[in-house]
Structures are given as structure tokens and as C-alpha cells.
């Protein structure tokens, strides 16, 4: 292979709405404009890339497409002065694997704006341990800490909880004091979401009322990523005062609910955007990642893989058999 090529996964419509993934040999030129060019050394699994990686037009439109929102790695060229040759970088979301070639090859070319420099505590590696879903999480986490949840305030509920949002999230939020209580509809997960730091492991038909307005006030902050009646009944067991997080909707993009918790408990509701999220909060939770919220349990909750056992992970993802946070070694 010629210094111009790489190795990458392929998503290609082989018929009408029949999509297949391939690993194939891709060259250098053919990436998209950008002005920093990058050797991926790590990249992470998303719903995403699963979701890109079935031919999803919500997600990517145009096809052949290599899939990967997350890449951690080092600088090949750059047209940009901030950034030098060799100098170990970051990108996670904006377009990244969407509609612009992403980090499941084995190089990247994007835009200056969307780079960041690894934090000095922090390496590639461990940066992919968290990836966007850390990244999410951090947001979720900070939205919570800047609404006044304090540890002391109650316990923190966190569902889906064995994806990777939803365990990172748990693993941050134990490092930083909250008990938390995780939800899962998986009975075997219990162990492990105790050994990210739960301290309460509940099933979803224990959560989910889908009867009454209100519930029992239970939760000083809530960090969901299911949706639907999921995120409905957190909503109405929140504590007075208290504050609900949504980034997903892996359940379900429907929220029915009442306007009670709101105006009867004051319960704030705040949506997370990690993709086009500003540069400066971004920086801010990364920064947090890498020292006071990094967990020590980073490597227990992360499955490493290779490029060519990419496909197998995503359709486990899509299925619903995901497990923690799954990084692939891609030098």
C-alpha cells in the first residue's frame, strides 16, 4: 500500500435500499477539502456510525460513505497555522462520519475549526475511551452541575444506562460524588453498572408510569438518552427544583407528558446537542474529562476492537446488544 492509501470501511448501496460494508483500500486524494489532514490512531463506535452504516438518509445521504464521528490522532499536514505535523489531536462530531468522510479509515481530512488539541493529561487512547458519547455525557453532566444539582441534592437517575452515554455518564457522575441509580432492561448488567460506580441498578418497567401526571419525587437530575415514556415518567418523578437532561432517543422520539412537573415542581428540561456544540463548552468538558471527572474504571467499561471487526459491533449496536463504550485501534 502506497503512502497515499489507507484502509477504511466502506458503506455502499449495492441495490435500492440494500446497503454493504466492506473494508477497502481508499487513497488520500479522494477525502474531502479540509484544512488538517489526520492519521487516525483510534477511533469509537456510535448509534451513528450503526445508523450510517445501514444506509440511514437522516443521518448520512450520499453513499459510498466511511462512517466514524470520533478520531483521535496525529497531524499528517495542515494549511492551518495552529495546528502542526505530528501534534496529537481530537474531533468528535460536527459533520465528522455524517456527510463527510469519518474516522473508520484510517486518515481524515477536516476542518481547522473542528480539531482540538489532545489535553496534556489525557491520551488518544483514553480520549476515544470517551469519544462523543464522554464528550455527550460531560454536557449532560455540566447542564446538571450548572443548573445547581449538587451531590447532596439527591440521587441522579441515568437511563440506557448500558450504552455508551449512559455508562460513561455513570462512571463521571460517581467519580464526582452523585449516588446514582442506572436503568437497564438488562438483568445481567447490574454487576457491571455497580463496578462503574451505580449505586442503584433498576429495571424500565420499575421507572416507566404512563397513568398518572405526576409521580413521586425522587430524582434531583436525570440524564436520559431513551425517550419516550422513559424520559416521560423521570420527568414526572424529578424533585422540586430539579433538572432533566435529553440526548437520545433510542426509544423513542415522542415525549408525552403533562405540563405539571413543570409548573407544579419547577422542573427544568434541557436538550443536549453534542454535534455542533460550541467550541468553548467543548473545550471546558473536555478539559474536566481529563482530570477531576476521569473515572478510574475508564479501561473496565471499554471493549477494544479492530478495524475489521467494525461491522459485527455496529449491527450489535443496532440490535440493541451494545455493552459500554467500544473502541477501535485504527494505527
Known amino acids: 500500500m502506497s503512502d497515499t492509501q489507507f484502509r477504511a470501511l ?134 446538571l452541575v450548572r443548573n445547581g444539582v449538587k451531590p447532596e441534592k439527591g440521587p441522579v437517575l441515568v437511563t440506557g444506562a448500558t450504552g455508551g452515554v449512559g455508562s460513561l455518564a455513570v462512571a463521571i457522575l460517581a467519580k464526582a460524588g452523585y449516588d446514582v441509580t442506572a436503568v437497564t432492561g438488562k438483568a445481567e448488567a447490574a454487576d457491571f453498572l455497580k463496578q462503574l460506580g451505580a449505586k442503584e441498578v433498576t429495571s424500565r418497567d420499575s421507572i416507566i408510569e404512563t397513568e398518572r401526571p405526576m409521580l413521586k419525587e425522587q430524582w434531583a437530575g436525570v440524564v436520559d438518552v431513551v425517550g419516550g415514556d422513559m424520559l416521560a415518567s423521570a420527568i414526572k418523578a424529578t424533585r422540586y427544583g430539579g433538572t432533566v437532561t435529553c440526548a437520545g432517543l433510542v426509544g423513542s422520539p415522542e415525549l408525552n407528558t403533562t405540563v405539571f412537573p413543570f409548573i407544579l415542581r419547577g422542573v427544568s428540561l434541557i436538550g443536549i446537542d453534542s454535534a455542533e456544540c460550541p467550541m468553548i463548552p467543548r473545550l471546558e468538558v473536555w478539559n474536566k474529562l481529563a482530570s477531576d471527572w476521569k473515572p478510574d474504571c475508564l479501561e473496565t467499561l471499554t471493549t477494544e476492537i479492530t478495524l475489521d471487526e467494525v461491522e459485527a459491533q455496529l449491527m450489535a449496536i443496532l440490535a440493541g446488544k451494545g455493552h459500554g463504550h467500544t473502541l477501535v485501534k485504527m494505527a
Do not use: C, Q
Request: glycine share 8%.
Open 10 to 143: 466502506v458503506v455502499e448501496e449495492a441495490e435500492p435500499k440494500k446497503y454493504v460494508r466492506n473494508i477497502k483500500t481508499r487513497s488520500i486524494d479522494d477525502l474531502p477539502a479540509g484544512e488538517v489532514l489526520i492519521r487516525v490512531h483510534y477511533s469509537a463506535l456510535n448509534f451513528k456510525d450503526a445508523l450510517s452504516s445501514v444506509g440511514n438518509k437522516g443521518v448520512t445521504r450520499n453513499f459510498p460513505h466511511t462512517p466514524g464521528i470520533d478520531a483521535a490522532g496525529v497531524v499528517a499536514a495542515s494549511d492551518d497555522p495552529a495546528f502542526s505535523v505530528g501534534e496529537e489531536v481530537i474531533v468528535t462530531s460536527y459533520d465528522l462520519g455524517m456527510n463527510t468522510d469519518g474516522a473508520l479509515g484510517e486518515y481524515i481530512r477536516v476542518p481547522a475549526s473542528w480539531v482540538i488539541k489532545r489535553p496534556k493529561s489525557l491520551s488518544m487512547k483514553e480520549a476515544m475511551m470517551f469519544g462523543t458519547a464522554g464528550l455527550t455525557a460531560g454536557l449532560m453532566i455540566e447542564a
